[in-house]
Every structure is written in structure tokens, then in C-alpha cells.
């Protein structure tokens, strides 16, 4: 169902979802088509409504003057659809494209920037089918790969740069054929660099608290947990929903955690 966003002269706008960018000023609506907007100023800075495009996703660079989208593409090979993935970089403040898209080969589900803006992780793999699913740092500058893609036995919910850089956590699911698990990488190589961090259910997330000492997951199996992101030791004992948690992040300062759950 749609989120509404309650605009700054008081009006609603419907969005599937989206992204906000840090400080809070610009709001990026996904959900199929895309539309880029100055919340502080009420204007539709950019949009795009292709039939042949479905934008997943995107996120703001920590600078907010880059965006970065990612989407599923339709082209007819030998009288057959048959979708890739794709990522387009944009300027926020003018709404357009910078340099060409970076095609991958199946539908990109998820981006995100790290913290210095240096680098951004894609997520990809098939949208109706829970085994397969790979992640892959790129450089922003040169628009070329820092490290081959991660190969993961399910699909990649989400994935988070450590503040620093050098390490990546990732939340996955199996399909059900083993432990559903967060991973913690060398983007550079793409070789795991800490013992698997398990729950019972799919981790629909995982992020890296400030400092990078930690990380948060959120699982299917009804619990967040707090985790060491060196030895992958629990932290806490499992923060229990009533429901699926589908988020979970630390605050600003590292001493809280927020989650939602469905």
C-alpha cells in the first residue's frame, strides 16, 4: 500500500516508497516510476514513467548532490521479455542523469552509499525466486567495480559499507534450505572476514552501528539482535516482536537501536 508523505505547504503525496535524503530536504518516491522532489520548496525536480523500466530503489549520496537508482529493464529477445538490472547515477539539484547506466544481469533490488560517498553497493538477483542473489561495492568516481560480486545461496535483502569502508555486512535468505544468515565481507576480494551471524528466519537487514563495532539485524524470525561485527558474537539476547522485523538501525550516537516490524 502506498506511504503518504505530508508535504511542507500542508499537501499529501502517495508513495509505494522511497527515500528521504540526509538532512531530510530532497525525497525520492520509487515504486515503479520515480519522481525527485525539493521538499522545501514544493517543486518536482525530476521524474521518469518508462513501461520498460521499474525502479526499485535509491539512495542519496551523504553530500546529497548524487543519487543512485536501481531498476529492472525489459528488452524482447527471440519473441521473450526478459528482464536485467541496471543502476543510473542523477544530479540531485538539476534532476538529470550523469554518465550512462551500469547494467547488471538481473533486476538491482538495492543501493546504498557509504559513508564517505566513495563507494556504492548494489544488490541484485531475481525477483521471483529466493535462490540466488549477489552484492558488489562499486566506485562512484570512475564507475567501475572495487571487488567481484558476492555471491549469495538466497536473495540479499540489504547490505551496508562499515563506516570506514573496508568491510560489508549482508542480510540474506536461503529459500529455506539452511541457516538465514547476515555475513560480514571484504568487498575487495568478496571473502567472508567474520563467522556467519544466524537467525532461525530470513534477516531482512543488517547495518554497522557509527563506529563500526556493531551490527544490528532484523529477522523474519520476530527479533533484533546487536551483534559484534568482528567476532560475531551476540551483543544483547534477542529483541522480541510481536511480529516479522523487516528494519532495524542504530541511532546517530550508537546508544539506540530503532526497528519496525510488520
Not at 146 to 167: E, K, L, M, N
Request: hydrophobic share 40%.
Amino acid at each position: 500500500d502506498p506511504t503518504l508523505i505530508r508535504l511542507p505547504h500542508g499537501e499529501w503525496m502517495a508513495s509505494l516508497s522511497g527515500e528521504f535524503s540526509p538532512g531530510g530536504r530532497f525525497y525520492v518516491a520509487t515504486g515503479g516510476g520515480m519522481e525527485l522532489w525539493d521538499l522545501w520548496t514544493h517543486r518536482l525536480i525530476s521524474g521518469l514513467n518508462d513501461p520498460a523500466i521499474t525502479l526499485h530503489c535509491a539512495a542519496f549520496s551523504p553530500d546529497r548532490h548524487l543519487m543512485a537508482t536501481g531498476a529492472e529493464r525489459w528488452e524482447v529477445i527471440a519473441a521473450r521479455g526478459s528482464p536485467y538490472g541496471e543502476v543510473q547515477f542523477w544530479s540531485v539539484t538539476e534532476g538529470k542523469p550523469v554518465g550512462s547506466t551500469i547494467r547488471f544481469p538481473y533486476p538491482v533490488l538495492q543501493v546504498g552509499f557509504g559513508t564517505d560517498g566513495r563507494r556504492l553497493v548494489v544488490c541484485w538477483g531475481p525477483r521471483d525466486s529466493f535462490n540466488y542473489g549477489a552484492a558488489q561495492a562499486w566506485d562512484v568516481a570512475t564507475r567501475r567495480p572495487v571487488g567481484p560480486p558476492i555471491q549469495h545461496r538466497g536473495s540479499v535483502h540489504q547490505a551496508d559499507f562499515s563506516p570506514d569502508g573496508t568491510r560489508l555486512v549482508t542480510a540474506f535468505a536461503d529459500a529455506g534450505l539452511g541457516p538465514c544468515e547476515a555475513q560480514v565481507w571484504n568487498p575487495a576480494t568478496g571473502r567472508p572476514i567474520a563467522p556467519p551471524i544466524r537467525h532461525r528466519d530470513g534477516v531482512a537487514a543488517a547495518s554497522f552501528s557509527p563506529d563500526g563495532k556493531w551490527i544490528v539485524t532484523a529477522s523474519e524470525d520476530g527479533t533484533a539482535r546487536v551483534w559484534n561485527s568482528f567476532s560475531s558474537e551476540p551483543r544483547t539476547p534477542p529483541l522480541q516482536h510481536t511480529a516479522a522485523v523487516q528494519w532495524a538501525e542504530f541511532s546517530a550516537d550508537g546508544r539506540l537501536v530503532l526497528t519496525a516490524s510488520i
